[in-house]
C-alpha cells in the first residue's frame, strides 16, 4: 500500500459458513442426524443470516434465542493465496461479546432445552467460553453414540473425523462419506488395490485433499511384460499415486483384437497389476474408451504411449479443460503383447 506498509488484498469472494456450536450442528447434518439447535444469537442480520444457514441444511433453530443484549458472534477471516495456489489466513477480525448471558434469557434458553431433551437420543453440549454454558465435547462421538455405536467405537469415529477436519481450511463439516472412504483407504492398504468407480472417487477426493496428485492411465494389460513395467513406473513418477483403467473382457472384445484376446480374464489381469508396487488403484471400464471413467476420475495427469500422438488421446480435451494434462510416454522398443503372444505361438 502507498499509504503504509501494509498488504492491498482484491476482494475476488466472499464466503459465509457457520462457525463454532452452529458448526457442530452442521457437522452432524452431515452425518445424517437430526439436528435441535439451543443457543443465542444477536437480534442482527448476522443472526438472521446464521439461522438461515443452519434451517437450509435442516437444522431446528426454534430453540436459537435472538439475543437483546449482545450481537451474533462475527469473524470475519481475510484469505490470500501463497504462489497463487495455497490458502493462506492473514488476518481475522472478531465482533463478539463473551460476559454471561442476562438471567432471564439463560432461563429462556434452559427451559428451551428441558423441553428438547425429552425428544432426543444424544444432548451434545458444545461450549466456546461465550456466556452461555460451560463444559465440553465432540460432533462425531455424539453422532456415532445416538446411531448405536458403543464408547470405544465411537471415540474410534471420532478420532477419524477429527483427523479429517483438522486438514480442511476453516470450517467445513465432515460427511458420511468421507468418514467412510477414509476407514476404506486404511482398511484397503492391505486389502487390495481394486475398487468399484464410486468408492475409488470418494478416495481420491479424500487424498486430494491432502495434498496428492492422481496419475492415471488404462489399458488391456493383457500379458505383462518388461515394457509394461518400465511404462507403469514412469508413469507412477508422474503423481503422488498411479490409477489404472483396466478394460473389461467384454470391453476387450468390442475393441475387435481378435477372438482369443483377452488371454488372461480381467479378474486374473487385475490381480497382476495389483502386485505391482508402482500401481495405487485398479478400476474396470466396460466401455470401449475410458471417456466415461475420466469423467469421473479426472486425472491430474492423463499418462499415454506416445503411440497415441497421431492417434488423438481421447479424454486429452476433458483432461486440459479443467487444467490437467496429457504426458505422452515413450515405449520400450520391441515390446508389445500382439508380439509376445505371435512369438508363443510361434515356438
Same mark, same amino acid.
Given at each position: 500500500?502507498?499509504?503504509?506498509?501494509?498488504?492491498?488484498?482484491?476482494?475476488?469472494?466472499?464466503?459465509?459458513?457457520?462457525?463454532?456450536?452452529?458448526?457442530?450442528?452442521?457437522?452432524?447434518?452431515?452425518?445424517?442426524?437430526?439436528?435441535?439447535?439451543?443457543?443465542?444469537?444477536?437480534?442482527?442480520?448476522?443472526?438472521?443470516?446464521?439461522?438461515?444457514?443452519?434451517?437450509?441444511?435442516?437444522?431446528?433453530?426454534?430453540?436459537?434465542?435472538?439475543?437483546?443484549?449482545?450481537?451474533?458472534?462475527?469473524?470475519?477471516?481475510?484469505?490470500?493465496?501463497?504462489?497463487?495456489?495455497?490458502?493462506?489466513?492473514?488476518?481475522?477480525?472478531?465482533?463478539?461479546?463473551?460476559?454471561?448471558?442476562?438471567?432471564?434469557?439463560?432461563?429462556?434458553?434452559?427451559?428451551?432445552?428441558?423441553?428438547?431433551?425429552?425428544?432426543?437420543?444424544?444432548?451434545?453440549?458444545?461450549?466456546?467460553?461465550?456466556?452461555?454454558?460451560?463444559?465440553?465435547?465432540?460432533?462425531?462421538?455424539?453422532?456415532?453414540?445416538?446411531?448405536?455405536?458403543?464408547?470405544?467405537?465411537?471415540?474410534?469415529?471420532?478420532?477419524?473425523?477429527?483427523?479429517?477436519?483438522?486438514?480442511?481450511?476453516?470450517?467445513?463439516?465432515?460427511?458420511?462419506?468421507?468418514?467412510?472412504?477414509?476407514?476404506? #483407504?486404511?482398511?484397503?492398504? +492391505?486389502?487390495?488395490? @481394486?475398487?468399484?468407480? $464410486?468408492?475409488?472417487?470418494? *478416495?481420491?477426493? !479424500? &487424498? %486430494?485433499?491432502?495434498?496428492?496428485?492422481?496419475?492415471?492411465?488404462?489399458?488391456?494389460?493383457?500379458?505383462?511384460?518388461?515394457?509394461?513395467?518400465?511404462?507403469?513406473?514412469?508413469?507412477?513418477?508422474?503423481?503422488?499415486?498411479?490409477?489404472?483403467?483396466?478394460?473389461?473382457?467384454?470391453?476387450?472384445?468390442?475393441?475387435?483384437?481378435?477372438?482369443?484376446?483377452?488371454?488372461?480374464?480381467?479378474?486374473?489381469?487385475?490381480?497382476? #497389476?495389483?502386485?505391482?508396487? +508402482?500401481?495405487?488403484? @485398479?478400476?474396470?471400464? $466396460?466401455?470401449?474408451?475410458? *471417456?466415461?471413467? !475420466? &469423467? %469421473?476420475?479426472?486425472?491430474?495427469?492423463?499418462?499415454?504411449?506416445?503411440?497415441?500422438?497421431?492417434?488423438?488421446?481421447?479424454?486429452?480435451?476433458?483432461?486440459?479443460?479443467?487444467?490437467?494434462?496429457?504426458?505422452?510416454?515413450?515405449?520400450?522398443?520391441?515390446?508389445?503383447?500382439?508380439?509376445?503372444?505371435?512369438?508363443?505361438?510361434?515356438?
Amino acid at each position: 500500500s502507498p499509504e503504509a506498509p501494509v498488504p492491498v488484498l482484491r476482494a475476488v469472494q466472499r464466503d459465509e459458513r457457520v462457525g463454532g456450536c452452529a458448526n457442530v450442528a452442521a457437522c452432524l447434518r452431515a452425518l445424517h442426524t437430526q439436528v435441535i439447535c439451543c443457543g443465542a444469537v444477536g437480534r442482527d442480520s448476522a443472526g438472521e443470516r446464521l439461522c438461515a444457514l443452519l434451517t437450509g441444511i435442516g437444522v431446528d433453530t426454534a430453540g436459537v434465542l435472538r439475543s437483546e443484549s449482545r450481537p451474533t458472534i462475527t469473524k470475519t477471516r481475510l484469505i490470500g493465496l501463497a504462489q497463487h495456489r495455497h490458502r493462506q489466513q492473514l488476518l481475522r477480525l472478531d465482533e463478539e461479546e463473551v460476559g454471561p448471558l442476562p438471567r432471564s434469557e439463560a432461563n429462556r434458553i434452559t427451559e428451551t432445552v428441558l423441553r428438547a431433551i425429552e425428544t432426543v437420543d444424544v444432548a451434545c453440549i458444545e461450549d466456546y467460553e461465550k456466556g452461555v454454558i460451560s463444559g465440553e465435547v465432540v460432533t462425531m462421538l455424539a453422532a456415532a453414540i445416538a446411531a448405536g455405536a458403543d464408547l470405544v467405537q465411537a471415540v474410534k469415529l471420532a478420532n477419524v473425523a477429527g483427523g479429517l477436519e483438522v486438514e480442511k481450511f476453516g470450517c467445513v463439516p465432515i460427511t458420511v462419506d468421507e468418514v467412510l472412504a477414509d476407514l476404506r #483407504l486404511e482398511h484397503d492398504r +492391505c486389502n487390495g488395490k @481394486v475398487r468399484t468407480v $464410486d468408492d475409488l472417487v470418494a *478416495e481420491l477426493n !479424500l &487424498r %486430494r485433499d491432502r495434498g496428492e496428485t492422481v496419475a492415471f492411465t488404462n489399458g488391456v494389460f493383457d500379458l505383462l511384460h518388461a515394457g509394461h513395467a518400465e511404462y507403469l513406473n514412469r508413469a507412477r513418477q508422474e503423481g503422488s499415486l498411479l490409477v489404472i483403467g483396466l478394460n473389461t473382457d467384454r470391453s476387450v472384445k468390442a475393441l475387435g483384437e481378435g477372438p482369443d484376446r483377452p488371454i488372461n480374464t480381467q479378474d486374473d489381469r487385475a490381480a497382476v #497389476l495389483s502386485a505391482l508396487e +508402482c500401481v495405487d488403484y @485398479v478400476v474396470l471400464f $466396460d466401455e470401449p474408451t475410458p *471417456e466415461a471413467l !475420466l &469423467r %469421473r476420475v479426472r486425472p491430474d495427469v492423463l499418462v499415454k504411449g506416445e503411440d497415441w500422438a497421431t492417434k488423438g488421446v481421447v479424454g486429452q480435451a476433458f483432461v486440459e479443460s479443467y487444467g490437467g494434462r496429457v504426458k505422452l510416454m515413450p515405449l520400450k522398443p520391441g515390446m508389445s503383447t500382439s508380439a509376445l503372444i505371435e512369438r508363443i505361438r510361434r515356438a
